[in-house]
Each structure stands twice: as structure tokens, then as C-alpha cells.
């Protein structure tokens, strides 16, 4: 009985390690963190144009979001999970031309519908995404037993405080924890730096609440701790990026981490690339 169990476990093993992801790759990495920007950044611009300026603020991987239009000549194809698989060739031949990788997907809806949501999971693996965003947090016992069989982590992200909706919580890191916790290690908390400082929290004390359990990152400067509060260049604003690019690295979480510039909406690009320089010059 015992050698059985020994087997069973030495097969979940082997299993488990078959479908993990392969690691971020050194050549796309910036002063050792994945670190690359959220096409949600460019969202007023097509997916093809926001790999183009993602290059050009010297980053190396790419977060995509669903829905954004693929290019301006192909005006009715969208990046989106369900893409057919000529479209996701187009993009994977985009990101080789510009050097990036896709390293992340969200923020995106995943149902407790497993064959509705093996459809995000198989988008993910054809492009080599490594984690998928998500606050559909009723999903999770389907989305868990997902990650495990695609060796894809899964981020749980929040927004800021609702005043007027009490049963939104995910703005809380102890609530996040207290969801992912217990769960496999693919499950964890994708740490929105600037969402935390708009529902009053201290980003670095809510890094800390969330010790081993961060999976990705949507790491923000803003001008103040307010729901006006926009983005700025890292270093730049109220937010101690310093302190918290040290933490992440004591905690081991090299990334993915994605410069979400949410503001100066068309011009933005001086103001990402200087995020990228921040973090290239960084010492910690």
C-alpha cells in the first residue's frame, strides 16, 4: 500500500512538472524582474501598436487584455482568447518581430464552466503566457484545477474600494489571502500597487500581507493616495517603488510585472519608457 501511495505521488509529481511553465528567460528580463507593460496602457492604439511601443520603451515582455483590436489592417480581428489560430500565429510572428514575449493575460472573466474556461487556458498556452489576471473569484475551485494541468498561474487582481458596494472586496489584500492561501501555489495575488493606494492602503505594507502568495504585478507611481491620483514616471509620484522592488526581491518574486500607465493616454510613451529606465538603473 505504501509503495502504491509512493508511485501516486512520484506520478502527480512528474505531471505537475510536465505542464509547468518554463521560466522567463534572462534575455527578457530588466535588472532581473520580467518586467514589460500592460497593453491596456495603449488601449486607444491597436494590439500590434502597443507591441510596438512596448518595444520602444525598452521593454521586454508584453500583459495583453482581452478585446483590444489586433491591428489597423485587420480592423475586425481582436486579441482575445477566442482568437482562431491563424490570428494568434499573426501575433506570436508581431511579438518575434519586436522581441517580446507575452508573459500575461487580463484582467479576463473565467466561468466555473470548465470547458469555458479551458478556452482561456489554451489561448494562454499557445502563446506561452505564464499567467492569467483574473477577479471572477467564484471560478476558483475550476480555474485552480486548471492552473495545475496547464502549469499556468492565475492572479487574483483587484480594483479599488466601491463605496457603494460593500460585497466587493478584492481590494482588501487579507481577503485576497484569505482566498488563496489554502490553494495551490499557481494561485495567488496579482498585486495592483496603484488600485491598493486608491482604496488608502499602503502598497508595501499590502506586498508584505501577500508574502509568497504574489503571482504577478500591475506596479504604479501615482501623484497621491486618492481616487484622483493618476500615474507617473517610477520615483516620480507618492508611491515608494523603491521599497517595493526591494521586497518583491526578498520575497523572490522576479515578475511578471507590467508597467500599467494609465493616464496621458495618447502620449504616454516618455512616461513608460522612463519606468522601464528607473527599473534598468535601479540598485537594490
Known sequence: ?????????????????????????????????????????????????????????????????????????????????????????????????????????????LSPDETESRKVFEFAKALGIRVINTESIDAIDTFEKLAIEYGIKVGIHEHPKRENDPNYKLWDPNFVLSLVKDRDSRIGACADTGHWMRSGLNPLECVRILKGRIVSSHLKDLSEASMVAHDMPYGTGQSDVNAILKEYLAQGFEGPISIEYEYNWYESLPQVTKCVDYVKAWMP
Open 1 to 109: 500500500m505504501k509503495a502504491l501511495s509512493l508511485n501516486v505521488a512520484i506520478l502527480a509529481l512528474a505531471t505537475a512538472l510536465a505542464s509547468a511553465a518554463e521560466p522567463i528567460p534572462a534575455e527578457h528580463r530588466i535588472n532581473g524582474f520580467a518586467l514589460g507593460c500592460q497593453a491596456y496602457t495603449f488601449n486607444k492604439f491597436t494590439a500590434f501598436e502597443a507591441i510596438e511601443k512596448t518595444a520602444a520603451s525598452g521593454a521586454k515582455v508584453i500583459e495583453f487584455y482581452p478585446g483590444q483590436k489586433l491591428s489597423a489592417d485587420l480592423p475586425d480581428l481582436k486579441l482575445h482568447h477566442d482568437a482562431t489560430p491563424e490570428t494568434i500565429e499573426k501575433i506570436k510572428a508581431k511579438l518575434k518581430e519586436h522581441g517580446l514575449i507575452a508573459v500575461a493575460y487580463g484582467v479576463v472573466g
